[in-house]
């Protein structure tokens, strides 16, 4: 017996999608338009404002800024998140039940409070070198993801199987290694992806962060927009979008979505 779609629901649901496509549809018609300045809907089609975007030397440097720092900072957050995962799921009942909710606090501030606090206590207080607070700070904000999204895989995963291991004579590092780690993959780069596009795309942290000569792509965005409203602001965005989309297609192509939800 065939059920029949409620009208309603119909509706919803095509309301649902115009809201979360109507902005990306305005994004990329103003980043095509043939204007001086940005408008929807485009008035001409045009690509030279994405061969703008590495016309301007700002931008290929702040571009590059990013994408070290993305990588660099999640990287960090992975080092430090995926034992401390590991700890709080393989030991759960030595450790006090408040530590997991220690590793979400950077979330759970205000991230202009959290930028301003890294900024007095590392760039002023201790005087890091503006590179190496941006990657601490990048880290410490992509913590909270990477401890999350691997402690859930963790805390299916049948530590039994390592315990076998060791029992067979399998060094407990070396379990973790060729175990643990391969059983989790999938927690693993579901937590790199998110941590990386979040990195990539922070303004709160890196305006705080920043310096003379050391920018991010975000942040020359908005001085770019300080003094110009020309298109290139939109091409930027799609770009940062079609990177998203490509890391997404990445990871369809070699090993499928559905592999990050196991």
């Given amino acids: 017996m065939k059920h029949r779609i409620h ?33 929807f809907p485009p008035q ?7 061969s703008n975007i590495f016309e301007i030397s700002a931008f290929t440097r702040t571009m590059g800024t990013s994408f070290m720092l993305a990588v660099g900072g999640t ?6 998140g995926i034992p401390a995962a590991y700890a709080m799921a393989r030991y759960r009942v030595e450790l006090p039940a408040f530590l997991g909710n220690v590793f979400v606090l950077p979330i759970l501030i ?7 606090s890294l900024m007095k206590s590392l760039a002023a207080g201790i005087g890091l070198p503006i590179m190496a607070a941006l990657l601490i700070g990048h880290a410490l904000l992509v ?34 290694f060729i175990v643990v780690l391969p059983n989790i993959r999938a927690g693993i780069i579901a ?40 298109p290139t602001i939109a091409s ?12 997404m297609a990445v990871v369809e192509r070699t090993l499928g979505l559905t592999f990050l939800t196991k």
């Fill in 7 to 39: 009208p309603l629901l119909i509706a919803a649901t095509v309301v649902t999608f115009l809201f979360l496509l109507g902005p990306l549809v305005v994004i990329i018609g103003a980043a095509l338009s043939d204007t001086s300045f940005l408008t």
């Fill in 44 to 50: 001409g089609l045009t690509l030279r404002w994405f």
């Fill in 75 to 80: 990287t960090l957050s992975m080092l430090i």
């Fill in 110 to 116: 205000p991230e202009i409070v959290l930028g301003f």
């Fill in 143 to 176: 913590l909270p993801y990477t401890v999350r999204v691997v402690g859930a895989s963790l805390n299916s995963f049948d530590f039994s199987i390592e315990e076998a291991a060791v029992s067979l004579g399998c060094p407990r590092l070396k379990a973790f």
């Fill in 191 to 230: 937590g790199f992806i998110l941590a990386f596009i979040t990195s990539l795309n922070d303004v709160s942290i890196s305006i705080f962060l920043t310096g003379p000569g050391v920018s991010t792509l975000p942040i020359q965005l908005l001085a770019h927009m300080e003094q110009f409203f020309d």
């Fill in 236 to 247: 930027v965005s799609v770009l940062l979008m079609g990177v998203t989309v490509a890391v």
